[in-house]
């Protein structure tokens, strides 16, 4: 008899911090993967992206949806709404009611969730009654449910663990709400990709929610206590301030880490509820490893350790869609009949084509952007002022870029390795913004350096937008092209 095939696995949210990590360890495990996108072409620079199949589906289409669930075994659903505004609930409801139809039509052999703990007799945050929501939804299918619920997630790029590195090495005295003393059973990322790895082969009769967490329980004031010491940093003095309302504080942790208020706030709410598992059944169908469970320090140590080295792989910013795909680019021909600005600026160097794109794709983050550096923080103070997300998300990795990674302020767009980097502006606008770079060998010039910022204007606020900066453009854009080349050149 043939052995039978491994089992097809469909990851939807393959984007995002905990489906682009799932997808190699299913990879690992001898599971075929299908994953589900919007933007095919934003996972197309992953190690992985040759081994899977790719689906084309946006969360809330149902007849996209069952598409992609065709044939399939097993559904990840990894999709949520966080940060997309105060509608958050009811677009978790809507694709969570997509999904449980898709599946139940299909004929799916198992569907499974990443949600949050559910702490018994105190009033939900909004984000932890959302995900108990689609819990519900998801269970109510007809398809064999696992629903994984977790509290905090410890790795390097989750929204969770940036937020509690920037607050500790940030803030050597705190101020803080009240919810620092909130009871938290914190897991670590590995943890949580290995319990859903194994939910993939649960028996059909298992339908049900698990609570996962990792071995240590405390307070988040003792996790910014404990983190301090594995970071190396002197104690930290907290003291709390009971009139912090959870509006004031998401606000306060969008001034202090990269994470902007939008996705801070249902965090930081969801942070005054105890959430400590009441349960350990999930160990009877897939039991600890030989180690056991990593605890606290031990994750924090692993997570400390990417971040320093620049080998984060996902991130919590990578989820984010750089913009909707009706959205325009500056290449299109007479861009609608539109305005568009264009500032364009030519640099001939004596660098070697390899080293001249090396730095540009090196930009940004720590390395800055070559140019009055000044100017680059006032804009990003300013849009962090009026709720974007400013200049502190930095990059996922040093050195290498991929279509759909946050950079600063910017979101990559378009990346062909050596000759083009595109990014699309994501701070506050009054209308569309590009920055390009090309490497170029001319015959005559030898290396060039091509850059182009481009805008398209929203109404009359756009145009006076643009004229107001237009004078700094010299010192910014023009500055920006000669601090590439010259960095090229001292590294040939």
């Given amino acids: 008899m043939p052995p039978a095939e491994p089992k097809l696995c469909l990851v939807t949210g393959a984007t995002g911090y905990i489906g682009g990590r799932l997808v190699p360890e299913l990879l690992a495990a001898g599971y075929r993967v299908r994953v589900m ?61 997509v999904m449980a139809g898709a599946v139940r039509d299909a004929g799916v052999g198992r569907l499974v969730y990443l949600g949050a703990l559910e702490p018994e007799g105190e ?47 940030r803030l050597p005295v705190m101020v803080t709400p009240r919810w620092v003393h909130s009871r938290i059973q914190p897991i670590a990322v590995r943890d949580v990709l290995r319990y859903l790895v194994g939910c993939a082969e649960l028996p059909a009769s298992v339908h049900r929610g698990f609570d996962i967490g990792g071995p240590d329980v405390m307070n988040y004031a003792e ?63 897939v039991p600890d490893p030989p180690g ?62 390899a080293d001249l794109w090396r730095v540009v794709e090196g930009i940004g983050g720590d390395a800055g952007w070559y140019s009055f550096p000044l100017a680059w923080r006032v804009r990003g103070w300013l849009d962090r002022a009026v709720g974007g997300v400013g200049l502190r998300r930095g990059r996922r990795d040093g050195g290498t870029l991929y279509v759909g990674d946050a950079l600063d302020f910017w979101r990559v767009e378009e990346l062909e390795r050596g000759r083009l980097l595109r990014l699309r502006a994501e701070m506050r606008l009054p209308g569309l913004a590009w920055l390009e770079f090309h490497v170029e060998h001319d015959p005559d010039a030898g290396t060039v350096l091509r850059q182009r910022a481009t805008f398209a204007p929203r109404g009359l606020a756009g145009h006076l937008y643009w004229w107001a900066v237009a004078a700094f453009h010299g010192f910014v854009f023009g500055g920006m092209v000669r601090g590439v080349a010259r960095a090229a050149e001292k590294g040939s």
């Fill in 123 to 169: 009033e939900l945050s909004p984000h932890l009654r959302s995900r108990t929501e689609v819990a519900e939804i998801l269970l109510g299918s007809g398809v064999p449910t696992a629903v994984l619920r977790a509290a905090v997630v410890l790795g390097s790029g989750s929204a969770s663990f940036e937020m509690l590195r920037h607050l500790t090495e």
């Fill in 37 to 97: 996108t919007r933007s095919p072409e934003r996972i197309r620079d992953r190690p992985w992206a040759g081994q899977v199949e790719v689906a084309r589906a946006d969360a809330s289409d149902a007849a996209q949806v069952a598409a992609a669930c065709a044939g399939v075994d097993v559904v990840y659903y990894l999709i949520h709404a966080l940060g997309s505004g105060t509608e958050f609930e009811e677009t978790d409801r809507r694709t969570a009611g």
């Fill in 223 to 285: 996790m910014m206590q404990r983190y301090a010491v594995v970071a190396g940093l002197p104690r930290r003095r907290i003291v709390p301030v009971p009139l912090f309302t959870p509006s004031l504080s998401s606000h306060w942790v969008g001034l202090i880490t990269p994470v902007p208020a939008g996705i801070a706030r249902p965090l930081v709410e969801s942070l005054r509820n105890t959430v400590v598992c009441g349960e350990r059944d999930i160990a009877t169908y």
């Fill in 292 to 353: 056991g469970l990593l605890g606290f320090d031990e994750a924090v140590t692993l997570a400390v350790a990417r971040v320093r080295n620049s080998a984060v792989t996902t991130r919590w910013s990578g989820a984010s869609t750089p913009g909707a795909p009706s959205d325009p680019l500056p290449t299109d021909p007479d861009w609608a009949g539109g305005s568009l600005y264009v500032d364009e600026r030519t640099r001939p160097t004596a660098a070697d084509p």
